[in-house]
């Protein structure tokens, strides 16, 4: 009877987790939430979404990229080039040069607000796409005089680089949101965590309204009462809570938005008032590099309740750990099976299908 109610204990995690994370600690953490998944199922066995959903994705902070200076990026099972101009704009093209295929992102250089394949000196505009000097040749060929270089859409808020995608190559259709708090000098820089998961964004997104999880997976006592709203961007929730302190309970609460697929947020009140900005990516059909970037007011973090808004965001990255285990070989169910407890599954689905271009055809 003892193996019984010990297994029913809501507060023992399950034996997936348990067994994954239960020595990992130090830098053995942060290489496990890095490493590749061995013997993981193809994405078509998984049955992961085989379209990316569109809108706006944040790739690199913005004190990542500093002028003069290109980078490589591989987003969206594409190689990229991502560079700094000496006006202080980002641009970014698809990595390839077109004359003999070099990958402009590896020692390539900035020429001025353009960009110098290292192979043979060819120069691209990163705004128009085309070829603008070919330092050995007399005439340009007329192919790369007009657009033959993917560009993509780029901009700059919240501290961050974000780029915009459309599997069609149409122009973005709303604007990332800028939060007060990522340029108020009052609030701390950002911590930062970060993993790679072995998954689909709509799987991961999916967990959000997915109540009954958070009671098997992370151990609440309770199933969360939420506040659910969709919008035209995405969906919005807030949850009310008693936060245990050794100063007793505070009453808290978390807010949760998301403008599009690829910008979500939550500010948490309570013990301290904390920002995190989630940063999803998608690598490839089964890859999302995932950073979550935490900011709080300098007076709180430094002062007396600031050990408890640490503990905070460890606990808030134990969490994704622990889903991290099931995202990592989920598979995507089309036709699930709902109970009446799962949380609104399918009409997050159906709000999340117009960010799919054939999909939400």
């Not at 402009?104 to 070829?131: K, S």
């Not at 606990?315 to 109970?339: G, L």
């Amino acid at each position: 009877m003892a193996d019984i109610d010990n297994h029913l204990d809501a507060r023992v995690p399950p034996v997936a987790v348990w067994q994954v994370l239960e020595k990992l600690r130090g830098q053995d953490l942060v290489d496990w939430r890095k490493a590749e998944v061995a013997n993981r199922p193809s994405p078509d066995e998984r049955n992961l979404p085989r379209e990316f959903p569109f809108g706006w994705y944040p790739v690199l902070l913005s004190s990542e990229l500093e002028p003069g200076v290109v980078k490589p990026l591989r987003h969206f099972s594409t190689e990229l080039a991502i560079w700094r101009g000496m006006d202080g704009k980002v641009r970014m093209t698809d990595a390839y040069c077109k004359h003999l295929g070099a990958h402009m992102g590896h020692g390539g250089t900035v020429d001025g607000n353009q960009l110098r394949c290292p192979f043979h000196a060819w120069r691209y505009d990163g705004d128009a796409g085309v070829v603008t000097d070919i330092p050995y040749a007399r005439v340009i060929p007329p192919q790369v005089k007009r657009k033959c270089i993917r560009t993509w859409p780029v901009t700059e808020a919240n501290r961050l680089i974000w780029m915009w995608y459309h599997p069609h190559e149409a122009a973005p259709t709303w604007e990332v949101l800028e939060h007060p708090e990522a340029s108020d000098p009052e609030w701390t820089d950002y911590e930062i965590h970060e993993w790679n998961v072995w998954g689909s964004l709509q799987n991961m997104a999916e967990n959000g309204v997915d109540f009954a999880h958070f009671k098997y997976i992370h151990g609440t006592a309770t199933f969360p009462e939420a506040e659910l709203k969709f919008h035209e961007f995405g969906r919005a929730a807030v949850i009310k809570a008693k936060m245990g302190t050794p100063m007793g309970e505070v009453d808290g609460t978390i807010a949760f938005d998301t403008k599009g697929p690829g910008q979500s947020w939550t500010r948490f009140t309570g013990i301290s008032e904390t920002l995190l900005i989630s940063c999803l990516a998608p690598v490839e059909r089964d890859q999302i590099n995932a950073r979550f970037l935490f900011t709080q007011p300098k007076s709180q973090a430094a002062g007396p309740m600031g050990g408890l808004a640490r503990a905070m965001i460890r606990d808030i990255c134990k969490q994704f750990d622990q889903d991290k285990v099931v995202w990592d070989r989920q598979k995507f169910e089309p036709n699930p099976i709902i109970c009446d407890g799962d949380g609104p599954i399918p009409k997050f689905r159906k709000e999340y299908a117009k960010f799919y271009v054939e999909q939400g055809a």
